[in-house]
T-cell receptor
Framework: ETGVTQTPRHLVMGMTNKKSLKCEQHLGHNAMYWYKQSAKKPLELMFVYNFKEQTENNSVPSRFSPECPNSSHLFLHLHTLQPEDSALYLC??????????FGQGTRLTVV | QKEVEQDPGPLSVPEGAIVSLNCTYSNSAFQYFMWYRQYSRKGPELLMYTYSSGNKEDGRFTAQVDKSSKYISLFIRDSQPSDSATYLCAMTTLYSSASKIIFGSGTRLSIRP
């Protein structure tokens, strides 16, 4: 089992649907991140949480809503997405340093 | 101008060759530099990190930072087919939890047997 687990691994949703991505880290880290990875583009930082508090929102549209109930769990709630939001969504965590450990990602397709 | 520039490749070399992967950056405040490897359908995994200028070696991998030129490199010696992956450079100004890490777009590397 990897240190950072993401579910589901794949998700297809319509533009009017509401869905949630889940991330759980088993490493005892205090910081958690959401990144978006699109083809041929750099990883885009979306949100950062440190000790459950959001410390970074990188101008992400409100159709993406993060939730961090505790230091081990992170959610990304999705609603009324657009086809251009189709991408690999990666969760990561870190502890005391900038070295981030990533999950396997959720491949999201918006139809 | 992007904060971090990385040649997307693809780069194809024969097994056993020395591979050189590079990134340039524009923000002189970056102090911590990382290389990640990402296999197909997987999340990125941390390979190496370095602080400020200089070299760091780990087995067949050497990371090099030249802050005066705003240029970082990853060298892979005796390359193996298992090294075939996308390599992402990353950097940040602050080496602490919840740091804002900026990534390059990644270089796809293929090692031919």
């Amino acid at each position: 089992e990897t240190g950072v687990t993401q579910t589901p691994r794949h998700l297809v949703m319509g533009m009017t649907n509401k869905k949630s991505l889940k991330c759980e880290q088993h490493l005892g880290h205090n910081a958690m991140y959401w990144y978006k990875q699109s083809a041929k583009k750099p990883l885009e930082l979306m949100f950062v949480y440190n000790f459950k508090e959001q410390t970074e929102n990188n101008s992400v549209p409100s159709r993406f809503s993060p939730e961090c109930p505790n230091s081990s769990h992170l959610f990304l709630h999705l609603h009324t997405l657009q086809p251009e939001d189709s991408a690999l969504y990666l969760c990561a965590s870190s502890q005391g340093t900038a070295e981030a450990f990533f999950g396997q990602g959720t491949r999201l397709t918006v139809v | 101008q992007k904060e971090v520039e990385q040649d997307p490749g693809p780069l194809s070399v024969p097994e056993g060759a020395i591979v050189s992967l590079n990134c340039t950056y524009s923000n002189s405040a970056f102090q911590y530099f990382m290389w990640y490897r990402q296999y197909s359908r997987k999340g990125p995994e941390l390979l190496m990190y370095t602080y400020s200028s200089g070299n760091k070696e780990d087995g067949r991998f050497t990371a090099q930072v030249d802050k005066s030129s705003k240029y970082i490199s990853l060298f892979i010696r005796d390359s193996q087919p298992s090294d075939s992956a996308t390599y992402l450079c990353a950097m940040t100004t602050l080496y602490s939890s919840a740091s804002k890490i900026i990534f390059g777009s990644g270089t796809r590397l293929s090692i031919r047997p």
